[in-house]
C-alpha cells in the first residue's frame, strides 16, 4: 500500500488522471461532445478535490462516482480506442483503491454491456480482476454478476479469450474464499460463540454469515447446481457450463479450503448434502459399465464410462476422503467401496488405472488407513473396507498374471513410452536391448508365460499418479503394459512400509512411557503416587485401545498380503522388486511378532522358509535351467573333505538367504535344537561366498577360497557386506535369548567348529571359520552373563590356539584374545573390582595361553595384554601377577616382534600403572624390567628397560611411605601364615625389611645390566644405577646399606675392573649396521674402559655424598681402603680416560668435610675451595639433575630415633686421609717414573691426568698437614720434578699447550705451583718444627727456575722443540718451561721476601743458592732462550739482595754468608761483561734500555754494597773495585759497525760506573787504611788510563792526516776528556786531606797532553776539550812555599 499512498504517487495519480481526462476530451471532441464536456468538468472536479483535501486519496474515494462517469460514457461510446482508454483509466483508479461500492456496481454494469457486444474482451477480464483482487468493495450481487460476466467470456469462440476466462474464474473463486478466510482471521476470537449456541446442523439460513462468507457459500452452492445441471440461485445470468470445468472448481475449492468446510457448519452440510450425492450420481455410468459390451473409445452415450468426467470425480473423491474423512464416514464407505469395484477385472483399462493411482494415494497415508480400519473393520455391521482394499489389490495382480494384456507387448511398450513422456525407464544397469525386436532385459515380472514390466512409477512412499493428472485429455489414455501392475506392487509396499512404521513408532511411545511412567511410580515423592496410578491406568486403556486397533489391521491386511507378495516374489526377475518384496514380508513378520501375533507371523517366516526351500534346491543344483532368467552370482565348491562338483547360487538365492538370516535374527528365541541346521546353511553359504572373519567376528568379504572353481560376480561382491552385516546381527541379537537357548546356540557352535578343525587337520588348505567367528561374536554380545558360557568357550578356543593349520589358530586367538578384553571391558554386575573371582577367571585363559608355543599365538596374547593395559589397566588389582607373568614369560630366543611387543606392555605398566597395582606386584616388575634389559636381541629395549628401572625407582621415592606401610603388612601376613604352616619365610636380601629388599632387588637388576656385553646398555645401566642410590637411596634403613655397598657396589667395581683389564684390543670396525664408531671407542677395551669410568665415579660420588651414613657403619675404613685400592688400580691403568677419571673419583672423594652432625645439614656435596682448573670440567656422565625438597634431616631423623649417628674420632679420620695420601704418593710415583725403554706403545701419563693428580695435593693436604714432615716433602717433590717433566705427545700440543710466543703457564705448571703454594702458607702459619722445610721448598723452586735455560729430560726420551713437531705424528714435544720457570721466580722472590731472616733460611745458605741459580740465566744474558729470563733474573736478583745483603752484613761475623760473596761477585761480573754477543736486530731503544738495567746494577753496587765495604771482604771489595774500573773505560768492541758503535759504547753505563769509582774514592772519610788504599789504586789506574788513550789519540791523528777517525775512537777520546774534567770537579769538591799528592801530580801531568789535542779536527772533541781545559785554571796560581803533603 505504501507504493500508491506516497505523495510522489499521489501526485503522479492526480496527473495520470488528468491528461486521461484530457485525452479523452480530445477523443470526443467531434463526435460526443457529452463526453467532451464531462471530461472537462471531470478535470476541474480532480483539481478542486486535489486542491481542498489533505487526505486527497480518501477524497477521491468519496466522490469516485463523479470522477469515473466520464470514462464510463467514454465506454458507452463503444469506439475502440475510447473505450481502451477509459478502461485503462479505470484500472488506474482501482489500482490505488479510490473506487466507492458505488462506483464498482457502475463500472460492473457497464462492463456488462461491453461484454454483451462482444467488445474488448480481454481488456474486461484484466479490469474484473483489478477490481475483485485488489480491494473488498465489490459485494453480492455485483460480485455475482462480475462472476458471471467470466464464466460467460469463457464459453466465446475465441480459443484465447476462453483459456484467459478460465484461469480468471480460477483465479476469482479462489480470491472470494480467500476473502472469507481474511474475515474468519479478523474475527477468530468472536467467531466460537455462535457456533456453540447453532444446535441444528442442517439449517439452510444463511443469514448468521458475514458478508464474505456468505458470498463464497452462493458461489459453492451455485457450482454445484451447475454441475447437476440445475439453474443457479445465485450466479444470474449464466447461459452455458461444463460439467468437467465445474468438478475442477469444486476439487479445487475443496482442496484450497478445507478449513472452512470443517469450520463452518453451513458449508459441512452444503457438502454432505450437494457434494456427496452429486459424485454418487455421476459415478453411476462407470459402476454399471461392463468391459466388453463395447469396444469403442469415442465420447460416450450417457451410460459409458467417460474418461474426463471420471477421472475428476476420482480427484473430488481422493480430496473428500483425504480433508473431510471425519465429517463423512458413511459416504467415503460408498467412495472406498467403489474405488475397490473400479479394479475388476471387466472394467476399462484406464478405468483400472486410475482406480489404483487413486488408492495408491491413501496407501503412503497410514494415519488414514488406521481410521478406515477404526470405522469399518472393527465395526460390528460395517464392510471390511480395508480389507477388501488389501484383497482388491491382490486380486488385481494375480487378474493381470491371468489376463493376458491385449496387443503384442512390444507394441503396448512403445505406446507406453509415448504417452509417459518418457517415464518407462529401466535402471541403469540392466540396459535397454530390443530396439531390433529382441528381449528387453527391463526389470519384470514373469508368471507361467505372462511378462509384466516394472515401471518406475514413484518415489518410494510418495503416491505421484500419471493419469489423475492428465486435465487435457477427453479421450482414454493407452495404458502401457505393466503400469497398473507397478502402482499396485508400490500400493503393497507403501501398505506395509506405513503399516509397520506407523504401528512400530506408536508401540515405541508406549513402551517409553510406560518406563518413564513406572520410573516415576517407583521415585519416593508420596504426593505424586495417586496421580502416577491414575496416568498409569490411562495409559494401560489407552494402550490397550491402540492394541486392538493395530491387531485388527494386521488381521485385516495379512492374508491378502502374504498371497500378494508370494505371487510377485515368485515371478519376479528383479534383483530390486525382489529385496522390496522380501523386505515387505520380513517387516510384516517383525511386526507380527511384535504385536505377538503367532499365526500371521508364522505365516510370514513359513513364506520365507518356503521361498529359501525352493531356492535350496538350487543352492546345491550344478547347473541352471536354460530357462531360468536368474542371473548366477556365485559358483563355489561345497564346503566338504573332498570336494565334488561345484555349487551355484542365484541372486535370489542370495536374497532369500538373507531373509533367512533375518528370519533367524528375529525369532531366535523360538529355534531350540534346530540352530545347528540354520547355522549349517548359513556356514554353508558364507564358505562359498567366501567370507571370512573380521575383528570383533563379523564376516567380511575376503579373499576368495582357494580352489580354481570359486566365482564371484561383481554383483554378488556388492551384496556381501549387506550378508556379513546380517549374520553378525543374528548373533548379536542371541543375547535376547533365555540362558537355555544360548547354550543350545553355543553348543551347535562348537560342534561345527570341531567338525571344522577335524576337515583342517593334516592340509594347510584354508579352515572354515564361520564357527570360531560367530562362538566370539555370541560371546561379545552375552558378556552380562558370560559366567555361564565363559568354560565351555575358552576351553574350546584354547584348543583351537593349539591348531596346527595357522589360520585356524590365529582365528582361535583373535577369537580368545577379544573375547577377554570385552570382558575385562564389560561393566559387569557387581563390577569387576568387587568380584574378584571372576576377574581371574577371565585372565586365566591369557595364562593358559602362555603355554602354547607358536609364535604367531604368543604376539596376539601380548597384543592382548597392551590393549588390556590401554583399557584396563587401573583396575586389573589382583590379575596382576598373571599380567605381568605374562610379559615375563617371553624369552630372549622367542624373536624380536615379540620381545618388541612384551616390552611395549611393560612401558605401559611402568608409565601409567605402578600406582594402581598391589606393592606385592613390583618386585615382579623390577624382574621384568631387568629381564628385558639382558635380553640381546634389540638394543633399544634393553635401554629402554633402563630407563623404566629408573622410572620405577622414581616411584618408589615419591611413593615410598605407602609402599612400605602396604608391604609391611603383607609381609606380616605373610610371616604369620609362614609360622602356621611351620616354614621359614624366603625371599632375597632377607633380613632387610621388605621395602628395602625391594631397592636391592632393583640395585641388583641394574648392577647385573652395568656389565653387559654392549657397552651403551652398560653406560645406561651405570648411570642410572648411581642416580637411583644417589637420588633414593637416603630412603633405605641404615644397615641396608652395608649391603649396598658390598654386595651392591664393590661386588659391581670388582666384575668391571676385571672385565675392562682383559677386554680384547682389536680394533672393532663398526657398530652393527651402518654405524661408524669414534676413534675413541673402537675397541672393546676402550669401551670397557668408559663403563669403568663411570663406575668409579659412581662409587665415589656415592662415598662422598652419603659418608655420613657409611661412617657410622662398623667397617668404613675397609671400605675405604678397598675403594682406594680400585682409584689406584684405575689411575694406573694404561688408559687415559680411566687414569684421568681415577683421579677425578680422587678429588670427589678427598672433597668431603667431617661427617655430618648436624641434623639440618642439606643435602649437597661440600664446597672445597680448591680451584679445579677448566680443563677437567664437570664429572661426566651424569646428566639427569635431581631435585629433592625433602632434607637429609628428615631421613636422619629416621634413624637417629632408633640409634644415635655414631661420632667419628679424629683418629680414625686421621687414618683414612693418611691412606688417601699414601694411595696418592702410589700413584703419583707410579705414573710419573719414566719408562727405562721408549718405543711407539710407550704410554706416558696425559697433561689432564697429571693436572689433575697434582690438583689433588691442596686438598688432601689440609687434612694431613699436622703429621707432614720432611720424608713427605722430598717424596712429594719428586714427584711434581717428575710430574712437570713428562712430555706432551704432538697430537695433544694444540689443545694443552699456549702457542709458544705466548707466555702461559699450562694447567699442570698452575697446579704444582699451587701445591707448593699452599705448603709454604700452611708452613707459614706452622708451629716452628715445619719452618725447617723453607728451604726444601726453596730448592724445589729453584730447579724450576734453572728450566729457563735447561728443561728437563725424561728418562732417555727424545723430545722436540714444539716449533718443530708434526702435528699428526706420534713425537713427543717438550713443553715451553720458560713461562713456569719465570712464575717459580716469582714465587722464590716473594716468599723470600717473608722469609729471609728465617734461621733456616738463613743456616741453609739460601741466598747463595738463588744467586747461583741466578747466575745461569744472567751470564748467558742474550744466549737465554727467552730474553725476559735474564731481565726478571736481574730485577729478581736485586729485588733479592736488596733484602738479603741487610741479613748478610747481619750475620758477618758468623761466617755463613762467606761462600756467598764470592758467588755474588761471579755473578756480577758474568752479568755486566756478558760473552754473548746482543742480536742482530736489537733496536737503539732497547740496546739503552738494557744499557739502563746494567746502570741499575752499578746503582745497587753503589747504594748497598759499597758503603758497607767494612762488613764485606776486602777480596770482594777488590773485585767489585776492577770491575767499575773495568766499566768506566770503554773496553773497544769489534763486531760494532762504525754507524753504531757510538750507541753501543754504554756511555751512560761507562759514566755510572766512573762516578761510582770516584764517589767511593772521594766522598766519605775513610775509615780503614784499607779503604784509601782502594781508591787510591783506583784513581792512579784512572789516570794512567786517560793518559795512555789521549797519547794514542794524537799519534792516530797525526797519522791520519786529512781522514777522519773512527767513530769509536772519536767518543773514547770525547769520553776521557769528560773523565778528566768530572775528576777535577770531583778532587776540587773532596776534603783536601782525601786526596793524596801523588794524585795531583798526575792530574797535573795530564795538561799537556791535552794541549797537544788542541789540534785535532773534530769539533766534538774539542769542545769536549774545552770543557777538560777549563778546570785546570784552578791550577793557575803563584807559585807558594812547599807544603808537607803527609805522604803515605
Not at 261 to 287: A, D, G, M, T
Request: net charge negative.
Amino acid at each position: 500500500m505504501s507504493g500508491t499512498s506516497s505523495p510522489e504517487a499521489v501526485k503522479k495519480l492526480l496527473e495520470n488522471m488528468q491528461s486521461d481526462l484530457r485525452a479523452l476530451s480530445l477523443e470526443c471532441k467531434k463526435k460526443f461532445p457529452p463526453v467532451k464536456e464531462a471530461a472537462e468538468s471531470g478535470i476541474i472536479k480532480v483539481k478542486t478535490i486535489a486542491a481542498r483535501n489533505t487526505e486527497i486519496l480518501a477524497a477521491l474515494k468519496e466522490n469516485s462516482s463523479e470522477v469515473v462517469q466520464p470514462f464510463l460514457m467514454g465506454c458507452g461510446t463503444k469506439e475502440p480506442k475510447i473505450t481502451q482508454l477509459c478502461l485503462a483509466a479505470i484500472q488506474r483508479l482501482m489500482s490505488h483503491e479510490v473506487v466507492s461500492e458505488t462506483a464498482a456496481g457502475n463500472i460492473i454494469n457497464m462492463l456488462w454491456q461491453l461484454m454483451e457486444n462482444s467488445l474488448e474482451e480481454l481488456k474486461l477480464l484484466q479490469t474484473v480482476l483489478v477490481l475483485l483482487t485488489t480491494n473488498t468493495v465489490v459485494h453480492d450481487e455485483a460480485l455475482s454478476k462480475a462472476i458471471v460476466l467470466c464464466f460467460r467470456l469463457h464459453f466465446t469462440k475465441d480459443n484465447i479469450t476462453n483459456n484467459t476466462a478460465a484461469a480468471t474464474v480460477r483465479q476469482v473463486v479462489t480470491v472470494v474464499f480467500e476473502r472469507m478466510v481474511a474475515e474468519d482471521e479478523r474475527h477468530r476470537d468472536i467467531i466460537e460463540q455462535p457456533i456453540l449456541v447453532q444446535g441444528n446442523s442442517n439449517r439452510r439460513s444463511v443469514s448468521t454469515l458475514k458478508p464474505c462468507a456468505k458470498d463464497a457459500y452462493m458461489l459453492f452452492q451455485d457450482l454445484c447446481q451447475l454441475v447437476n445441471a440445475d439453474a443457479p440461485y445465485w450466479l444470474v445470468g449464466m447461459t452455458e457450463m461444463t460439467r468437467t470445468f465445474g468438478l475442477e472448481l469444486l476439487e479445487s475449492v475443496l482442496n484450497d479450503f478445507p478449513q472452512v468446510f470443517l469450520q463452518h457448519q453451513e458449508f459441512s452440510f452444503l457438502l454432505k448434502e450437494r457434494v456427496c450425492p452429486l459424485v454418487i450420481k455421476l459415478f453411476s455410468p462407470n459402476i454399471k459399465f461392463r468391459q466388453g459390451s463395447s469396444t469403442s473409445s469415442s465420447p460416450a452415450p450417457v451410460e459409458k464410462p467417460y474418461f474426463p468426467i471420471c477421472m475428476r470425480l476420482l480427484r473430488v473423491v481422493s480430496v473428500l476422503i483425504k480433508q473431510f474423512y471425519s465429517l463423512l464416514v458413511t459416504e467415503c464407505e460408498i467412495f472406498l467401496s467403489l474405488l475397490v469395484k473400479f479394479l475388476d477385472a471387466d472394467k476399462p483399462q484406464w478405468l483400472r488405472a486410475v482406480a489404483v493411482e487413486s488408492i495408491h494415494r491413501f496407501c503412503v497415508q497410514p494415519q488414514l488407513l488406521r481410521s478406515f480400519c477404526q470405522s469399518y473393520d472393527m465395526k460390528q455391521h460395517s464392510t471390511k473396507v480395508f480389507r477388501d482394499i488389501v484383497n482388491a489389490l491382490g486380486s488385481f495382480i494375480q487378474s493381470l498374471f491371468l489376463v493376458p494384456p491385449t496387443g503384442n507387448p512390444a507394441t503396448s511398450n512403445q505406446a507406453g513410452n509415448n504417452n509417459l513422456g518418457g517415464s518407462v525407464s529401466a535402471p541403469a544397469n540392466s540396459g535397454m536391448v530390443g530396439i531390433g525386436g529382441g528381449v528387453t532385459l527391463l526389470p519384470a515380472f514373469e508368471y507361467r508365460g505372462t511378462w509384466i514390466p516394472i515401471l518406475t512409477i514413484t518415489v518410494q512412499g510418495s503416491a505421484k499418479a500419471t493419469y489423475l493428472e492428465m486435465l487435457d485429455k477427453v479421450e482414454p489414455p493407452t495404458i502401457p503394459e505393466g503400469y497398473a501392475m507397478s502402482v499396485a506392487f508400490h500400493c503393497l509396499l507403501d501398505l506395509v512400509r506405513g503399516i509397520t512404521s506407523m504401528i512400530e513408532g506408536e508401540l515405541g511411545e508406549v513402551e517409553t512411557e510406560c518406563q518413564t511412567t513406572t520410573e516415576e511410580a517407583s521415585s519416593p515423592t508420596q504426593s505424586s503416587e495417586q496421580q502416577d496410578l491414575q496416568s498409569t491406568s490411562d495409559q494401560m486403556d489407552k494402550e490397550i485401545v491402540s492394541r486392538a486397533v493395530w491387531e485388527e489391521m494386521v488381521n485385516a491386511c495379512w492374508c491378502g498380503l502374504l498371497a500378494a507378495l508370494s505371487l510377485l516374489l515368485d515371478a519376479s526377475t528383479d534383483e530390486a522388486a525382489t529385496e522390496n518384496i522380501l523386505k515387505a514380508e520380513l517387516t510384516m513378520a517383525a511386526l507380527c511378532g511384535r504385536l505377538g501375533l503367532v499365526t500371521s507371523r508364522d505365516a510370514f517366516i513359513t513364506a520365507i522358509c518356503k521361498a529359501y526351500s525352493v531356492q535350496g534346491q538350487s543352492v546345491m543344483m550344478i547347473s541352471p535351467s536354460s530357462e531360468s532368467h536368474q542371473q548366477v552370482v556365485a559358483v563355489g565348491q561345497p564346503l566338504a573333505v573332498q570336494p565334488q562338483g561345484t555349487v551355484m547360487l542365484t541372486s535370489k538365492n542370495i536374497q532369500c538367504m538373507r531373509t533367512l538370516l533375518n528370519l533367524a535374527h528375529c525369532h531366535g528365541a523360538v529355534l531350540g535344537t534346530s540352530w545347528q541346521l540354520v547355522l549349517a546353511t548359513l556356514q554353508h553359504l558364507v564358505w562359498i561366498l567366501g567370507l571370512k572373519p573380521s575383528s570383533g567376528g563379523a564376516l567380511k568379504p575376503g579373499r576368495a577360497v582357494e580352489g580354481p572353481s570359486t566365482v564371484l560376480t561383481t554383483a554378488v561382491m556388492t551384496d556381501l557386506p549387506v550378508i556379513s552385516n546380517i549374520l553378525s546381527r543374528l548373533f548379536e541379537s542371541s543375547q535376547y535369548l533365555d540362558d537355555v537357548s544360548l547354550h543350545h546356540l553355543i553348543n551347535a557352535l562348537c560342534s561345527l567348529s570341531l567338525e571344522a578343525m577335524d576337515m583342517a587337520y593334516g592340509n594347510n588348505k584354508e579352515p572354515s571359520l564361520f564357527a570360531v567367528a560367530k562362538l566370539l561374536e555370541t560371546g561379545l554380545v552375552n558378556m552380562h552373563r558370560i559366567e555361564i558360557l565363559w568354560r565351555p568357550l575358552t576351553g574350546h578356543l584354547l584348543e583351537v590356539c593349539q591348531h596346527p593349520n595357522s589360520r585356524m589358530r590365529e582365528w582361535g586367538a583373535e577369537a580368545l584374545t577379544s573375547l577377554i578384553k570385552a570382558g575385562l571391558t564389560f561393566n559387569h554386575d557387581p563390577p569387576l573390582s568387587q568380584n574378584q573371582r571372576l576377574q581371574l577367571l577371565l585372565l586365566n585363559p591369557l595364562k593358559e595361553m602362555s603355554n602354547i608355543n607358536h609364535p604367531d599365538i604368543r604376539l596376539k596374547q601380548l597384543e592382548c595384554v597392551l590393549q588390556i593395559l590401554q583399557s584396563q589397566g587401573d583396575s586389573l588389582g589382583p590379575g596382576w601377577p598373571l599380567v605381568l607373568g605374562v610379559m615375563g614369560a617371553i624369552r630372549n630366543d622367542q624373536g624380536e616382534s615379540l620381545i618388541r611387543t612384551a616390552f611395549q606392555c611393560l612401558q605401559l605398566v611402568v608409565t601409567d600403572f605402578l600406582p594402581t597395582m598391589p606393592c606385592t606386584c613390583l618386585q615382579i616388575v623390577v624382574d621384568v624390567a631387568g629381564s628385558f634389559g639382558l635380553h640381546n636381541q634389540e638394543l633399544n629395549i634393553s635401554l629402554t628397560s633402563i630407563g623404566l628401572l629408573w622410572n620405577i625407582s622414581d616411584y618408589f621415592f615419591q611413593r615410598g611411605e605407602t609402599i612400605e606401610k602396604e608391604l609391611n603388612k603383607e609381609e606380616a601376613a605373610q610371616q604369620k601364615q609362614a609360622e602356621e604352616k611351620g616354614v621359614v619365610l624366603n625371599r632375597p636380601f632377607h633380613p632387610a625389611p621388605p621395602f628395602d629388599c625391594l631397592w636391592l632387588c632393583l640395585y641388583a637388576k641394574l648392577g647385573e645390566l652395568c656389565v653387559d656385553p654392549r657397552p651403551a646398555v652398560r653406560k645406561s645401566a651405570g648411570q642410572t644405577l648411581f642416580s637411583t642410590i644417589g637420588a633414593h637411596g637416603t630412603l633405605l634403613q641404615h644397615s641396608t646399606w652395608h649391603t649396598v655397598i658390598w654386595k651392591v657396589l664393590f661386588h659391581l667395581l670388582d666384575r668391571v675392573r676385571e672385565s675392562s683389564t682383559t677386554a680384547d684390543k682389536e680394533k672393532i670396525e663398526s657398530g652393527g649396521g651402518n654405524i661408524l664408531i669414534h676413534h675413541s671407542r673402537d675397541t672393546a677395551e676402550k669401551q670397557w674402559a668408559e663403563t669403568w669410568v663411570l663406575t668409579l665415579a659412581g662409587v665415589a660420588r656415592i662415598f662422598n655424598t652419603r659418608r655420613y651414613l657409611l661412617q657410622p657403619l662398623g667397617d668404613f675404613s675397609r671400605a675405604w681402603d678397598v675403594l682406594l685400592d680400585h682409584i689406584q688400580s684405575a689411575a694406573l691403568s694404561k688408559n687415559n680416560e680411566v687414569s684421568l677419571a681415577a683421579l677425578k673419583s680422587f678429588q670427589e672423594i678427598l672433597q668431603i668435610v667431617s661427617p655430618v652432625r648436624d641434623s639440618d645439614k642439606p643435602e649437597t656435596p661440600p664446597v672445597v675451595n680448591v680451584p679445579v682448573p677448566v680443563l677437567i670440567g664437570p664429572i661426566s656422565g651424569m646428566s639427569r639433575p635431581f631435585v629433592r625438597t625433602d632434607s637429609i634431616g628428615e631421613r636422619l631423623g629416621r634413624y637417629s630415633s632408633s640409634e644415635p649417628p655414631i661420632v667419628t674420632d679424629e683418629l680414625e679420620d686421621l687414618n683414612l686421609w693418611w691412606a688417601a695420601w699414601n694411595t696418592w704418593y702410589r700413584i703419583g710415583s707410579e705414573s710419573t717414573k719414566p719408562p727405562v725403554t721408549f718405543d711407539k706403545l710407550t704410554f706416558i701419563p696425559s697433561q689432564p691426568f697429571l693436572t689433575a693428580l697434582i690438583q689433588i695435593f691442596p686438598a688432601l693436604y689440609q687434612h694431613i698437614k699436622t703429621g707432614f714432615n720432611m720424608d713427605d716433602l722430598q717424596k712429594l717433590g719428586v714427584i711434581l720434578h717428575s710430574a712437570i717433566s713428562v712430555p706432551i705427545s704432538s697430537d695433544a700440543s694444540p689443545f694443552i699447550l699456549p702457542s709458544y710466543t705466548e707466555a702461559v703457564l699450562t694447567s699442570l705448571q698452575e697446579a704444582v705451583l699451587t701445591a707448593l703454594d699452599v705448603l709454604q702458607k700452611a708452613i707459614c702459619v706452622g708451629p716452628e718444627n715445619m719452618q725447617i722445610m723453607y728451604p726444601a721448598i726453596f730448592d724445589q723452586l729453584l730447579a724450576f727456575v734453572e728450566f729457563s735455560c735447561k728443561p728437563p729430560q725424561y728418562g732417555q726420551l727424545e723430545t722436540k722443540h714444539i716449533a718443530n713437531a708434526k702435528y699428526n705424528q706420534a713425537e713427543w714435544v717438550a713443553l715451553n718451561y720458560v713461562p713456569f720457570a719465570e712464575r717459580s721466580l716469582e714465587v722464590v722472590v716473594d716468599l723470600y721476601q717473608k722469609t729471609a731472616c728465617h734461621k733456616a733460611v738463613v743456616n741453609e745458605k739460601v741466598l747463595q743458592y738463588i744467586i747461583k741459580t741466578l747466575r745461569v740465566p744472567l751470564s748467558l744474558k742474550y744466549s737465554c732462550p727467552s730474553e725476559s729470563t735474564w731481565k726478571l733474573a736481574v730485577s729478581s736478583l736485586l729485588k733479592v739482595l736488596s733484602i738479603g745483603l741487610p741479613v748478610a752484613r747481619q750475620h758477618a761475623s758468623s761466617g755463613k754468608f762467606d761462600s756467598m760473596w764470592p758467588e755474588l761477585a761471579n755473578t756480577f761480573e758474568d752479568f755486566l761483561f756478558t760473552k754473548s754477543i746482543p742480536p742482530d736486530n736489537l733496536s737503539i731503544q732497547e740496546f739503552q734500555r738494557n744499557e739502563n738495567i746494567d746502570v741499575e746494577v752499578v746503582q745497587l753496587i753503589s747504594n748497598e754494597i759499597l758503603p758497607y765495604a767494612n762488613f764485606i771482604p776486602k777480596e770482594f771489595v777488590g773485585q767489585i773495585m776492577t770491575m767499575l774500573n773495568k766499566g768506566s773505560i770503554h773496553s773497544q768492541s769489534s763486531s760494532f759497525t762504525e754507524a753504531e758503535i757510538d750507541i753501543r759504547l754504554r756511555e751512560e753505563f761507562s759514566k755510572m760506573c766512573f762516578e761510582t769509582l770516584l764517589q767511593f774514592s772521594f766522598s766519605n772519610k775513610v775509615t780503614t787504611p784499607q779503604e784509601g788504599y782502594i781508591s787510591r789504586m783506583a784513581l792512579s789506574v784512572l789516570l794512567k788510563r786517560s793518559q795512555d788513550v789521549l797519547h794514542r789519540y794524537i799519534e792516530d791523528e797525526r797519522l791520519s792526516g786529512k781522514c777522519p777517525l773512527p767513530r769509536q775512537q772519536v767518543t773514547e777520546i770525547i769520553f776521557v776528556l769528560k773523565a778528566v774534567s768530572t775528576l777535577i770537579d770531583s778532587l776540587k769538591k773532596t776534603q783536601p786531606e782525601n786526596v793524596d799528592g801523588n794524585t795531583w801530580a798526575q792530574v797535573i801531568a795530564l795538561y799537556p797532553t791535552l794541549v797537544e789535542c788542541i789540534t785535532c779536527s773534530s769539533s766534538e772533541v774539542c769542545s769536549a776539550l774545552k770543557e777538560a781545559l777549563v778546570p785546570f785554571k784552578d791550577f793557575m796560581q803563584p807559585p807558594a812555599s812547599r807544603v808537607q803533603n803527609g805522604e803515605s
